[in-house]
């Protein structure tokens, strides 16, 4: 395999940012809530409460930063992106490659939980021979992917994917999952690249489906009115994110039934 331009990394957040990052959640401003309303206008300002003062007080970094450091991650330059990925050997007589491609709100955390499940599936019940060589990318401007440099890169991420996989790591056939922005990527790397995509699997139907643009985000109307907001407030932030976790996931209001407080702040 080819390890051309392939550098093995680790996270490693510098103390000033999570200082910086402490000082801003202590700092917090409370929105008001009609009593009562929970999480009907949005998400409910009393969770949200309770979540930040866990940040405050309860969740380490640095514990999460270690469980996280434990898999191998890599950083590599692809058509003059700098790509984030863990890449994990599976265990078995011929392990076959697979690639991961997260959605919105989300980064290459979603997948950690099952990563050992397809790389060693005999220690989970499983036989060996149904092992994958696993390939979980952050998608660009997503995690500890680079941000793109230019507008549509959505809709190219997956030649950057392509390229990854058969130069990078040097599989000329492989297989490929992602739900939400992961399942258009993950559709449109089947289609323009068939002669090395043996099979996919989607969460959901990719919106182009339905021949116009998602229109229930911000993104395709004015980002930049709303990241500067969220990109100061981390408080503002983990609000519009955790609403969008509770909503979007099998957790019937509850979301602590499917994550915890930790697993949404990391």
Excluded at 129 to 135: I, P, S, T
Aim: aromatic share 10%; with cysteine; glycine share 10%.
């Amino acid at each position: 395999m080819s390890t051309d331009n392939l550098s093995t990394d680790k996270i490693t957040v510098a103390a000033e940012v999570l200082n910086d990052l402490q000082q801003r959640v202590n700092r917090t401003r409370w929105s008001y809530q009609i009593a009562g309303t929970g999480w009907d206008s949005g998400t409910d300002v009393e969770y949200l409460m309770d979540l930040v003062s866990y940040w405050q007080h309860g969740y380490d970094w640095r514990t999460q930063e270690r469980a996280l450091n434990q898999f191998a991650h890599f950083k590599t330059n692809v058509d003059d992106i700098g790509i984030h990925f863990i890449y994990e050997r599976g265990k078995g007589p011929n392990p076959f490659p697979l690639i991961l491609t997260h959605g919105y709100p989300d980064s290459f955390i979603r997948f950690t939980k099952i990563i050992p499940m397809l790389t060693d599936p005999e220690n989970f019940g499983g036989c060996a021979e149904g092992a994958f060589d696993v390939v979980v990318l952050d998608l660009p401007g997503y995690g500890f992917c680079d941000r793109p440099a230019k507008h549509g890169t959505s809709f190219h991420v997956n030649d950057l994917w392509a390229h990854l996989m058969t130069d990078t790591r040097g599989y000329m056939r492989f297989g490929a999952h992602g739900g939400d922005w992961g399942g258009t990527v993950t559709e449109q790397l089947a289609r323009s690249h068939a002669g090395s995509v043996v099979a996919i699997h989607l969460t959901d139907v990719p919106f182009g489906h339905i021949f116009t643009k998602p229109t229930i985000l911000q993104s395709p109307r004015k980002p930049q009115s709303l990241a500067p907001g969220l990109n100061d407030s981390p408080g503002g932030l983990v609000a519009w994110i955790v609403e969008k976790l509770r909503g979007w996931s099998d957790c019937n209001g509850e979301i602590e039934t499917g994550l915890t407080k930790g697993e949404v702040l990391t």
